[in-house]
């Protein structure tokens, strides 16, 4: 097993705790092995990618962490201390929030519906406590905010279903999801795989928003320029194993996919 | 937070309003459709009420309407379950056998057995909610398609119902009064109206309520949208489906009871067409039956509307069979509106 040096100096002070922290996590599936004493760190205000060919791991070490695979081996520390996440509700609970490139939202319900969806406010008093009502006028209040808050001005409407929405919006809806109510780190899983170039860049966008509002990202994605794009530093998988963490101005994409493909080694 | 938004530009307007550029006036009916499914029903119980008035003097006169919304009431109660299950996209062939079911045994326990009226009526209530907490489990644990689940257990309950009856009639005149409490009926400005006809209204009160201002009844628009975004929201699918099943057990079981005071009497026979007329109700009344689409005061006007053409067709002389034809055709209409409305989504 490799003990993989990922503290590289970045923008990142290493002095600082990751706000999340994997160390040594080993996952088979049989005889397959999916991770083999993979490390990585998290740290606040960056946004990590990352980056591997398929079969390198990137989805098993993310399932890991966000809670939708248990590791065999190893540890996941959550601002420094130690986490087991059973489901990917634990990970949820602990304000690990993912999102999926399959644009999860439900489309008949409006904006607010869905940035609520699932954990539901409702009113103060006899309305609430007996009656079981929704505060929809204080959830679409508060959803108003969040999305300010988040600089998505493309949203104002909350009340508008969300099937009205373009891709882009939608997965902004998604991310603004993920991104609100205090969660610690937003993990998004291709989020752009299913859009436009123009949806893209708006999502990516967003990416960097969370990260100047304090939201830490790990983005995974196989777009190159991307990656490039919005990540501080970039975690290289390969064969189930850490190839290293670079950054975009320690190297060039050329470099990157030559790491990834196991052309050159760092 | 105009400022917040920075280097790619978003065109000034956003893409929203690019979306309502696009609008024409029969896309802007679409939307509004889409946005209040119960439009079109409600236009169309309004004209053909008017239409029916003007054909047949007899039609508006208050003991035909009081008739009308008698007629409807058990189709209206079982729509409401029906409802409830259409919404999480599923569908249910057994509400009908569930009803009968129901009510023999609330009608034999009490008079059979002598248990008291109250407690025969929780019984019914336990079958119903046995009935649909056996379609739920069938439909969650098994993942078995509802169309399937419930044509299996439609004859399954209709078996049951014949054997536990003996296939006999049990007479209202039997039974203690509260049985057939329900087909009491009081007269309110000369319009005669049951006790089971209010007893529908409260129950659709209350479910719009629940459907409308609760998380519950959110979290059943949002399976029957879309199960897998559904489920990554955090909320627990399968939990959510079996309690709409076992809510339309229940429901089903004041049905029964409904029933008993309509007919004067529980009969293994009744109900025959009552499934397939609840899937009517809730599909003209603008539900759409690829889930997560509709509201269920949608439905007591797809009732109304079918109880209407029946009623009217009928004044006018008509053949039975005609009204078979006018309720088929409102069907496909309803179909192919809803197929066209959720067109906006593309």
Same mark, same amino acid.
């Given at each position: 097993?490799?003990?993989?040096?990922?503290?590289?100096?970045?923008?990142?002070?290493?002095?600082?705790?990751?706000?999340?922290?994997?160390?040594?996590?080993?996952?088979?599936?049989?005889?397959?092995?999916?991770?083999?004493?993979?490390?990585?760190?998290?740290?606040?205000?960056?946004?990590?990618?990352?980056?591997?060919?398929?079969?390198?791991?990137?989805?098993?070490?993310?399932?890991?962490?966000?809670?939708?695979?248990?590791?065999?081996?190893?540890?996941?520390?959550?601002?420094?201390?130690?986490?087991?996440?059973?489901?990917?509700?634990?990970?949820?609970?602990?304000?690990?929030?993912?999102?999926?490139?399959?644009?999860?939202?439900?489309?008949?319900?409006?904006?607010?519906?869905?940035?609520?969806?699932?954990?539901?406010?409702?009113?103060?008093?006899?309305?609430?406590?007996?009656?079981?009502?929704?505060?929809?006028?204080?959830?679409?209040?508060?959803?108003?905010?969040?999305?300010?808050?988040?600089?998505?001005?493309?949203?104002?409407?909350?009340?508008?279903?969300?099937?009205?929405?373009?891709?882009?919006?939608?997965?902004?809806?998604?991310?603004?999801?993920?991104?609100?109510?205090?969660?610690?780190?937003?993990?998004?899983?291709?989020?752009?795989?299913?859009?436009?170039?123009?949806?893209?860049?708006?999502?990516?966008?967003?990416?960097?928003?969370?990260?100047?509002?304090?939201?830490?990202?790990?983005?995974?994605?196989?777009?190159?320029?991307?990656?490039?794009?919005?990540?501080?530093?970039?975690?290289?998988?390969?064969?189930?194993?850490?190839?290293?963490?670079?950054?975009?101005?320690?190297?060039?994409?050329?470099?990157?996919?030559?790491?990834?493909?196991?052309?050159?080694?760092? | 937070?105009?400022?917040?938004?920075?280097?790619?530009?978003?065109? @000034?307007?956003?893409?929203?309003?690019?979306?309502?550029?696009?609008?024409?006036?029969?896309?802007?009916?679409?939307?509004?459709?889409?946005?209040?499914?119960?439009?079109?029903?409600?236009?169309?119980?309004?004209?053909?009420?008017?239409?029916?008035?003007?054909?047949?003097?007899?039609?508006?006169?208050?003991?035909?309407?009081?008739?009308?919304?008698?007629?409807?009431?058990?189709?209206?109660?079982?729509?409401? *379950?029906?409802?409830?299950?259409?919404?999480?996209?599923?569908?249910?062939?057994?509400?009908?056998?569930?009803?009968?079911?129901?009510?023999?045994?609330? *009608?034999?326990?009490?008079?059979?057995?002598?248990?008291?009226?109250?407690?025969?009526?929780?019984?019914?209530?336990?079958?119903?909610?046995?009935?649909?907490?056996?379609?739920?489990?069938?439909?969650?644990?098994?993942?078995?398609?509802?169309?399937?689940?419930?044509?299996?257990?439609?004859?399954?309950?209709?078996?049951?119902?014949?054997?536990?009856?003996?296939?006999?009639?049990?007479?209202?005149?039997?039974?203690?009064?509260?049985?057939?409490?329900?087909?009491?009926?009081?007269?309110?400005?000369?319009?005669?109206?049951?006790?089971?006809?209010?007893?529908?209204?409260?129950?659709?009160?209350?479910?719009?309520?629940?459907?409308?201002?609760?998380?519950?009844?959110?979290?059943?628009?949002?399976?029957?949208?879309?199960?897998?975004?559904?489920?990554?929201?955090?909320?627990?699918?399968?939990?959510?489906?079996?309690?709409?099943?076992?809510?339309?057990?229940?429901?089903?079981?004041?049905?029964?009871?409904?029933?008993?005071?309509?007919?004067?009497?529980?009969?293994?026979?009744?109900?025959?067409?009552?499934?397939?007329?609840?899937?009517?109700?809730?599909?003209?009344?603008?539900?759409?039956?690829?889930?997560?689409?509709?509201?269920?005061?949608?439905?007591?006007?797809?009732?109304?509307?079918?109880?209407?053409?029946?009623?009217?067709?009928?004044?006018?002389?008509?053949?039975?069979?005609?009204?078979?034809?006018?309720?088929?055709?409102?069907?496909?209409?309803?179909?192919?509106?809803?197929?066209?409305?959720? @067109?906006?989504?593309?």
């Amino acid at each position: 097993m490799t003990v993989t040096d990922s503290a590289t100096p970045t923008a990142a002070t290493p002095q600082r705790t990751p706000i999340l922290e994997a160390r040594e996590l080993v996952k088979t599936y049989g005889r397959v092995v999916g991770l083999d004493g993979v490390s990585l760190q998290l740290y606040p205000g960056e946004v990590l990618a990352i980056i591997g060919d398929n079969g390198a791991g990137k989805s098993t070490l993310v399932k890991c962490l966000t809670g939708a695979e248990i590791p065999d081996e190893g540890q996941i520390l959550l601002e420094g201390q130690p986490v087991s996440f059973r489901r990917p509700q634990d990970a949820r609970i602990a304000g690990i929030e993912t999102v999926y490139q399959n644009l999860a939202v439900s489309p008949a319900l409006d904006v607010a519906s869905n940035l609520y969806l699932g954990r539901e406010e409702r009113k103060k008093g006899f309305a609430g406590s007996v009656l079981r009502m929704l505060d929809t006028a204080g959830m679409r209040e508060r959803a108003r905010q969040e999305l300010t808050r988040l600089g998505i001005s493309t949203l104002q409407d909350v009340t508008v279903p969300v099937e009205n929405l373009s891709g882009g919006q939608r997965q902004a809806v998604a991310v603004a999801r993920a991104a609100a109510f205090g969660s610690k780190v937003v993990v998004l899983d291709e989020p752009t795989a299913a859009l436009g170039v123009r949806e893209s860049n708006q999502v990516l966008e967003l990416v960097k928003r969370l990260r100047d509002g304090g939201i830490p990202v790990i983005l995974i994605s196989h777009n190159m320029p991307q990656v490039f794009q919005v990540a501080d530093r970039i975690h290289i998988q390969r064969l189930g194993k850490s190839a290293g963490v670079i950054t975009p101005t320690s190297h060039d994409m050329t470099e990157a996919v030559a790491i990834m493909t196991g052309a050159a080694t760092l | 937070m105009s400022q917040l938004s920075s280097a790619p530009p978003a065109p @000034k307007g956003d893409l929203a309003s690019e979306f309502l550029d696009r609008s024409t006036p029969l896309s802007r009916i679409r939307n509004a459709l889409h946005r209040y499914p119960a439009i079109s029903p409600a236009v169309v119980l309004v004209v053909s009420v008017i239409v029916f008035g003007l054909l047949n003097d007899r039609f508006l006169l208050p003991s035909n309407l009081s008739l009308i919304t008698q007629q409807v009431a058990v189709v209206g109660t079982l729509a409401v *379950a029906q409802t409830l299950i259409i919404l999480t996209a599923g569908i249910d062939l057994s509400v009908g056998a569930v009803m009968v079911l129901a009510s023999m045994v609330i *009608a034999n326990t009490a008079t059979e057995n002598g248990v008291p009226a109250p407690l025969a009526l929780v019984i019914g209530l336990i079958v119903g909610l046995l009935a649909g907490g056996f379609n739920g489990l069938l439909v969650t644990r098994l993942k078995l398609p509802p169309f399937i689940v419930t044509l299996g257990t439609l004859n399954i309950f209709l078996a049951l119902t014949l054997l536990y009856s003996g296939g006999a009639t049990v007479r209202g005149g039997e039974m203690p009064d509260l049985l057939p409490w329900t087909g009491t009926a009081f007269t309110v400005a000369g319009v005669n109206i049951s006790v089971g006809v209010v007893m529908v209204l409260v129950l659709y009160l209350v479910v719009s309520f629940i459907l409308a201002r609760t998380a519950w009844g959110r979290h059943v628009y949002a399976v029957g949208d879309d199960k897998e975004a559904a489920r990554l929201a955090g909320i627990q699918v399968n939990r959510v489906l079996l309690s709409v099943y076992l809510a339309a057990g229940a429901i089903i079981a004041v049905g029964a009871w409904i029933q008993i005071g309509r007919s004067n009497a529980a009969s293994p026979n009744a109900g025959a067409d009552i499934n397939l007329d609840s899937i009517t109700a809730v599909v003209i009344g603008g539900t759409s039956l690829f889930g997560g689409r509709g509201i269920v005061w949608g439905s007591l006007l797809g009732a109304l509307i079918v109880g209407v053409f029946r009623n009217g067709l009928a004044l006018a002389g008509l053949d039975v069979l005609y009204q078979t034809l006018a309720v088929g055709i409102l069907v496909i209409i309803a179909v192919t509106v809803d197929q066209w409305i959720r @067109k906006v989504r593309a």
